[in-house]
């Protein structure tokens, strides 16, 4: 093994430092941590909690809380907690309409394999909203607006979207959104739904049988590992979408969310 000299040993100790740069890189990939950690924690914090969870110094912290009020991603409240600011729901707006757009080629073979209309649903806040559809090339067919907001208790892709949340957050929010019903099938009890999670936790796909419309069905899935809680789903008549469909539809709506997962997981070709 060659060794070095004294004049190369000197020259590793006088390495340059690193360019600049790449304290401004670190404090981005900062920033970006703490306005998830924010939103993991319901859009308010203060800066200690933030300063547990991230395990920055505060100085830190604040430094960067600064930079984020300053440029309107985040806003100082009166009890001096920080909340996310609403400069995000513009960009939170744009990348929805994407999002949608990069999953219409999955929906789009969902409907190729399955025959009925494909959607893509947020939970937004408390409501779900949908994102994206691909409609079926029957002539009877399901349609929802891209852009509709529903409640998540009498729908499919609430219940996947809500399925692994914990018992409490989930009465919190039906609390807060109440249980109205949409067909004389929708559940209407908290307790009535809490089985329906715990069903579609086993059962690996949730249903909306006739709950949210009379005389449709819609099985639905989550996606994984999605970077926000994504669910997918088609709809069809009942007369269609039967028991024996379902045993068929179902792995494929379980395969393209795996395979869409990936999609969105990729950051794409580097620059």
């Not at 993991?40 to 991230?54: F, H, M, T």
């Not at 399955?114 to 408390?126: F, I, P, Q, S």
């Not at 009890?189 to 059962?203: I, P, Y």
């Not at 819609?218 to 970077?227: G, T, W």
Request: with cysteine.
């Amino acid at each position: 093994m060659p060794t070095s000299s004294a004049s190369d040993a000197s020259t590793e100790v006088a390495a340059p430092k690193p360019p600049a740069a790449s304290g401004g890189v670190q404090s981005l990939e900062r920033a970006f941590d703490l306005l998830e950690r924010m939103a993991d924690a319901g859009g308010e914090v203060g800066l200690s909690e933030l300063s547990a969870s991230s395990g920055l110094p505060l100085p830190t912290i604040h430094r960067l809380m600064r930079t984020l009020v300053a440029c309107g991603y985040v806003r100082q409240q009166p009890n001096r907690r920080y909340s996310l600011g609403p400069r995000l729901i513009r960009l939170g707006e744009s990348a929805s309409r994407l999002l949608g757009t990069w999953a219409r080629p999955y929906l789009a073979r969902l409907v190729e394999e399955t025959g009925e209309t494909a959607n893509m649903a947020l939970l937004d806040g408390d409501e779900i909203v949908y994102v994206a559809q691909v409609p079926s090339k029957h002539s009877m067919r399901m349609f929802t607006e891209v852009g509709r907001r529903v409640l998540p208790h009498s729908t499919g892709v609430g219940k996947a979207l809500l399925a692994h949340t914990a018992p409490e957050e989930v009465r919190a929010l039906l609390g807060r959104t109440g249980m109205p019903a949409a067909t004389e099938k929708t559940i209407t009890t908290a307790e009535g739904f809490l089985d329906a999670l715990e069903e579609v936790r086993r059962a690996g796909y949730a249903v909306d049988d006739n709950e949210q419309e009379i005389g449709v069905r819609c099985l639905a899935v989550s996606v994984p590992n999605s970077p926000t809680a994504a669910a997918i789903s088609i709809s069809g008549p009942a007369g269609r979408v039967t028991e024996a469909a379902v045993e068929k539809i179902v792995p494929v709506l379980q395969e393209v969310a795996v395979e869409l997962s990936a999609a969105l997981a990729s950051s794409g070709p580097q620059a």
